[in-house]
């Protein structure tokens, strides 16, 4: 079965500190998906990459896709309080099949 | 445009009892996923609807089923419940099966089961 892991499971960084969360597949990946969520609630949809060394940003994040499309990593620059929250990674295994989620990263910046 | 809405936000119910979830898609969105997260954990896929009709399944049992309306609106359905059942229960719609990456995330059903 696909297995999503991520690491770490928690960080608690000072504002202003960047932070890297990596997201490892078993088997190459479709898609990698990345999500963020507050605490309780649903899901916010950050990036998606498709191909193997990919990499987008938006704001303070950055995310990359490792060449062989079975690690991604997750960076914040600058965090700020804004940042707290869930990560979660995502995959599609490839088309058609179900949608996996990695284990969240819990991330806390202390203001 | 309301976005993907869910009700009710949260349940209480005890072991044995059946209990139904809603979820309303976003506007212009026809197929509906279902997700159940326990604490701590991330989201596990429990199935996707589309056309009124059960697409995918993840690995949940029987006691774990689902409806469409012609609406496209959702409903989860779970009999029997168990302890091990508490858990987020988040909706997930999107424009057809496999469009992850416009895929919209409801704010979730607390669901606590004692």
């Known amino acids: 079965s696909q297995e999503l892991e991520q690491s770490p499971q928690s960080l608690i960084v000072q504002e202003g500190k960047n932070l890297t969360i990596n997201c490892t597949s078993s088997?190459?990946?479709?898609?990698l998906y990345w999500y963020k969520q507050k605490y309780g609630e649903g899901l916010i949809f950050l990036m998606m990459?498709?191909?193997?060394?990919e990499e987008k940003s938006h704001e303070k994040i950055t995310a990359k896709l490792d060449e062989k499309k079975q690690q991604s990593s997750l960076h914040i620059t600058a965090s700020q309080p804004s940042h707290a929250g869930i990560y979660l990674c995502?995959?599609?295994?490839?088309?058609?099949?179900?949608?996996?989620f990695g284990t969240g990263t819990s991330l806390t910046v202390i203001p | 445009d309301a976005g993907v809405t869910q009700s009710p936000t949260h349940l209480i119910k005890t072991r044995g009892q059946q209990v139904t979830l809603r979820c309303s898609p976003k506007?212009?969105?026809?197929?509906v996923s279902w997700y159940q997260q326990a604490l701590g954990q991330g989201p596990q896929f429990i199935f996707q609807?589309?056309?009124?009709?059960?697409?995918q399944r993840g690995n949940f049992p029987d006691r774990f089923s689902g409806h469409q309306f012609p609406n496209y609106s959702s409903e989860l359905n779970v009999n029997a419940l168990l302890l091990g059942d508490s858990a987020l229960y988040l909706c997930?719609?999107?424009?057809?099966?496999?469009?992850?990456?416009?895929?919209?995330f409801g704010p979730g059903t607390r669901l606590l089961v004692l």
């Open positions: 997930a719609s999107s424009p057809g099966p496999g469009a992850r990456e416009t895929q919209y």
């Open positions: 506007s212009g969105h026809d197929t």
């Open positions: 995502g995959a599609d295994p490839n088309t058609g099949n179900q949608f996996y």
């Open positions: 609807y589309y056309e009124e009709e059960e697409r």
């Open positions: 088997k190459t990946l479709y898609g």
């Open positions: 990459l498709q191909k193997g060394g």
